[in-house]
């Protein structure tokens, strides 16, 4: 293969909700520029793009994939992204060192929720959109309903540019506005008919060619006078306004395709290599420190690593966007993101799906592969010398779905914690937490697919069989009233013994409330004189406030740290159900000591055992997490939406109207939300769509309170 320039360089997102038909688009692209000599299929197994293991068993894409399409002199670099949430992580990363974003729509369905996702991410990247509607071969294909939800959805920005004849089995025509023709092919596909548009439908194509002209031109001046003066714009003039109006976002082109059939493809390509801007008009990846950086081949080579694979027989394939510079075999480049480590690139290569082409020498804003790299991961930067900046990471969607994993052998923990590791550097959206308090080794992801094929692929690819089980919630636990206690610690076995007594008061804390000068309990009188304050902030939130109000000597200040162990100890694992402990304050007033026996343990233990006490005596409570949860959902399934969600003790907080789509906010228990993203999926159809976002702590009813400490009861006997 060619070196490219800059200049004749494309690289293009091709992104839609699942079964919209990317993957296959992409098989007729790569067949109609010869790459394929012979067309797979998805239910076959047999693409280009679905080439791992996990994807041929579950039938769609779960990792992206990049594909080297060259056309015309110029090379698209295409990366056919997951259309399902669940791996909503290989979408971001993609658009991330990407120009512009074909969105693919199912001609049967219109504006999806997964679609309206997606689109959002192109906004965020501020990339240039394009649409193709697919499917339009199918029986329930709606074309026109399908541009009305887009229109509605996005504006006039939604232009069409080419419009079927007709829809469903009769598909086989279409006409372009750009060109004002029409093309025909046979039933199976293959070369179109270049054709006059039929009298009967040239008022619509003129008026569906004047909304064109009148968009493209407004993205310039100088056209804009021009098409002042004629009324019109020649196919070139077009060509250069849509062209900035894809730049600007002020246009989102409309193509009609099928894809299965091949149909309207070649025409698409034509399209994106002719208007489509290239990575040399395209502004480079932001740096760290916010400098902008010049797409060029004369500056030094710096690459930025967006996606890792680990690939059977192969080992890890990590792939690059060159964003300055010029690479080749051989050259030695430093990490700049991490350690400051060389790299040597031994090997270079231009993916084209499951096949990679061996190049050696890549320019700026090209998209490459390479292997047996020392130590790199998805986010780095490596830089020849005199480059000094690094390239900013991207920030991945909060995870909405967990679950605690273990081997089913526990002597294989360090074996699935490596693996895990390494799974997290493919898919940074896969978090592994190590939960201390939880006692649970925990994965978080986008959704329960998401975690099923990380599963699937342990279990398959590196022959370890894991569980998953419900991952416990991290409760809090906190006290509502004033109590007090005391506790002796005594031991005596031959030589020194054991000695300590600590008396102590619990109560409440709240931001700004003073310290009682007394507390009476029951006809005590206990007067308090702090002397020394210790505000603790937990690592888990909310606050320990130890005061030390001893007087006349009766415990040592030398054992009040020990005494703060203890209570610490019991704040780590609270009493009632295990759970962390906050917002507590606690006065130790008086307490006794042996001149002999006392000791550190012991004040420890009786600081600890004390704390027990009076916390079960201070109307303890359990905290649970809250989380606000956004739930996107087609109208006509609102309702049953909202009863679901209010079975789960959600609080609806709110609902909008957004264009066709409805959205439920909502303030939910963690615990209801476990299996949350596998219920919206199975109510709607999947035609849903959910956010959640820690909220704060609230108390539990007193029934689910009772469950949890009868069952902690439980487990520590």
Known sequence: MKVYRSDEIKNIALIGSSGSGKTTLLEAMLSEVGVLKRRGT?????????????????????????????????????IDCPGSDDFVGALVSSLHVTDAALMVVNAQYGVEVGLINQFRYTDKFNKPVIFTINQLDHENADFDG???????????????????VKTGPDFHEVIDVLRMVMYRWKPEGGEPEVLPIPDELMDKAAEYQQILVEAAAENDEALMELFFEKDT??????REGISKGLLSRGMYPVFSVSATKSMGVRRTLEFLTNIVPSTSSTPALPTTDGTELKVGAEEPAALYFFKSNLEQHV???DFFKVVTGTIKEGDDLINLSRNGSKERISQLFVPQGQNRIKVTELQAGDIGATVKLKDIKVGDTLGAKGVE???????????????????????????????????????????IEQSKELR?????????????????????NDKLNIVFDEPRIPYRETITKVARADYRHK???????????????????????????????GNQEFKINARETNVIDLDWGGKLVFVNSIVGGSIDARFLPAILKGIMGRIERGPLTGSYARDVRVIVYDGKMHPVDSNEVSFMIAGR????????????????PIYNVEVQVPADFMGDVMSDMQGRRGMIMGMDSRKGYEVLKARVPLKELSNYSTALSSLTGGRASFTMAFDKYELVPQDIQDQLIAANQEEEE
């Open 609 to 624: 055992n004390a704390f027990s006490e009076a916390f079960r005596n201070a109307g303890p409570k359990v905290l649970e």
């Open 491 to 521: 031991k005596q076995s031959g030589g020194a013994g054991q000695f300590g007594e600590v008396h102590l008061i619990v109560e409440p804390y709240e931001e700004g409330k003073e310290i009682p000068a007394t507390y009476k309990f």
């Open 440 to 460: 649970q080794t925990i994965v978080h992801g986008q959704g329960e697919f998401h975690l099923r094929t990380l599963k699937w692929r342990i279990e398959n």
């Open 315 to 317: 080992g890890e394939v």
């Open 42 to 78: 998805v239910e076959a197994g047999t693409t280009a793009s679905d080439y791992f293991p996990v994807e041929k068993e579950y039938g769609y894409s779960v990792f992206s994939t990049v594909c080297a399409v060259p056309w015309k002199d110029q090379k698209l670099n295409l």
């Open 233 to 238: 714009l020649t196919e070139d003039e077009m």
């Open 389 to 431: 900046q690094t390239f900013a990471g991207v920030e991945y969607p909060a995870p909405k779905y967990r679950r605690a994993i273990r081997p089913e052998d526990e002597h294989d923990s360090e074996k699935m914690n490596e693996i895990l590791l390494r799974m997290h550097s493919e898919d940074p959206t896969w978090i």
């Open 146 to 164: 399908a541009v009305a939800q887009l229109q509605e959805r996005y504006g006039s920005r939604v232009v069409v540019v080419q419009f079927p």
